[in-house]
């Protein structure tokens, strides 16, 4: 399994409530592809959004986050971490 970070835009003004609806969205298919959320963040003003997961590739973070209805506008692979 690998790390990825991955990043929404777009999404200003974005509530607690709002990103915890999303995140658990995300947990309750997850599964079904192979991918564990960990944790995510939110940058309402900026309209950001962050989620850290451990998944077989970056297609499968994806193809979570489009079924629960937030397609990610990046993927990251994270390689290194202390």
């Known amino acids: 399994m690998a ?12 509530t607690a409530e709002q990103l915890k609806e999303a995140h658990d ?6 599964a079904e592809e ?3 959320f960990e944790h995510a ?3 309402p003003e900026a309209g ?4 850290l997961s451990e ?4 297609e ?15 993927v990251h692979k994270v390689p290194l971490t202390v």
Not at 25 to 30: G, K
């Open 60 to 74: 499968a973070v994806q193809r979570v986050h489009e079924r629960a209805g937030h397609r990610a506008d990046e």
């Open 25 to 30: 969205a995300d947990l309750a298919i997850q």
């Open 55 to 58: 998944a077989p590739s970056a």
């Open 48 to 51: 950001l959004v962050y989620c």
């Open 34 to 36: 192979g991918v564990t």
């Open 41 to 43: 963040w939110a940058d």
């Open 3 to 14: 790390t990825f970070m991955d990043v929404h835009h777009g999404l200003n003004g974005i």
